[in-house]
């Protein structure tokens, strides 16, 4: 996964959190992983996001991985 991409990732799950009022524990919470993991994917040096990690994140959204990924929206 791109740099650039990846960061856009943790500023697009930033922002969503913020228009849901969610925390990064109340939304690790609803995708069923670890606050840590919400934590480094919204850093300055994020990880490569797995497929299944996007799935549970947009579903915690009520999203598709596609309209997660959109981030021009």
Do not use: C
């Amino acid at each position: 996964m791109n740099k650039d991409i990846k960061i856009e990732l943790g500023k697009r799950i930033k922002a969503l959190r913020g228009k849901y009022n969610l925390s990064q524990e109340r939304l690790a919470e609803l995708a069923r992983t670890d606050y840590k993991h919400i934590q480094k994917l919204e850093g300055k040096n994020p990880p490569a996001a797995q497929i299944d990690t996007l799935e549970k994140i947009a579903k915690a959204f009520k999203l598709s991985v596609s309209k997660l990924l959109d981030f021009d929206d």
